[in-house]
């Protein structure tokens, strides 16, 4: 079965601190995806990257920066960690074809103190 | 971007048929409508995919009219477990800049 993994169920950080959110997918697929979800406001893009080291800006890049060394590992990183980050984090994969579904992980609550 | 809305929340009682509109106006060609089930603490799942008229699967069916600029999941005979957040998502996977999730609808069943 499809299996998107991501490191952490529940993280709590610092204000300053820089923070790492890691996504390992088993699936080959192309596309990754990070997203954050507010109550009322739904899933937002953050990054996607449709290969290795490539990488482009979702709808609300600012404050983060992602990194794809591994066709499988997709990681997103809090510079310089914010109360505003304070959010719940899910990472998806999807093939390279045009209009494939995406699958997600279950998602990293992380806490911004 | 095709910007979506959903009805935030609805209720249905158990054995019902449920419907669940999203209006997407500004819907390119080239974009699919996908729907998401999404249960607490979990991440979304895929549910179900088209581009025009009717497409069936085990668990639902979805809607689209002529003009696309709407679609309607359809849940036969809900269950308790149906329970759930569902999202519209508009847009080819292909070109991720151009994915847009709805806010998603709260679907409470009742017994």
């Known amino acids: 079965d499809v299996k998107v993994t991501q490191s952490s169920r529940y993280l709590v950080k610092r204000t300053g601190e820089k923070v790492f959110l890691e996504c390992v997918q088993d699936?080959?697929?192309?596309?990754m995806f990070w997203y954050r979800q507010d109550p009322g406001l739904g899933l937002r893009l953050i990054y996607f990257?449709?290969?290795?080291?490539?990488?482009e800006k979702g709808d609300i890049p600012e404050g983060y920066s992602v990194s794809r060394e591994k066709k499988e590992r997709f990681s997103l990183i809090l510079e310089s960690a914010s109360t505003n980050q304070t959010s719940m984090y899910l990472c998806?994969?999807?093939?390279?074809?045009?209009?494939?579904?995406?699958?997600f992980g279950d998602g990293t609550r992380l806490s911004i103190l | 971007l095709a910007k979506t809305t959903q009805p935030i929340s609805m209720d249905s009682y158990e054995g019902q048929e449920v419907n669940i509109t999203c209006s997407h106006n500004?819907?390119?060609?080239?974009?699919?409508i996908t729907w998401y089930q999404q249960f607490p603490s979990q991440g979304p799942r895929f549910i179900i995919q088209?581009?025009?008229t009717k497409v069936t699967n085990e668990v639902a069916s979805l809607f689209i009219p002529a003009d696309r600029k709407s679609s309607t999941l359809s849940l036969p005979r809900v269950s308790l477990s149906d329970t759930a957040v569902y999202y519209c998502?508009?847009?080819?996977?292909?070109?991720?800049?151009?994915?847009?999730f709805g806010s998603g609808t709260q679907l409470t069943v009742l017994p």
């Open positions: 998806a994969s999807s093939p390279g074809t045009s209009n494939q579904p995406q699958h």
């Open positions: 699936m080959d697929h192309e596309n």
């Open positions: 990257s449709y290969d290795v080291k490539m990488k």
């Open positions: 500004n819907i390119a060609t080239n974009d699919y």
């Open positions: 088209g581009y025009k």
């Open positions: 998502l508009v847009g080819d996977s292909g070109s991720a800049r151009q994915l847009t």
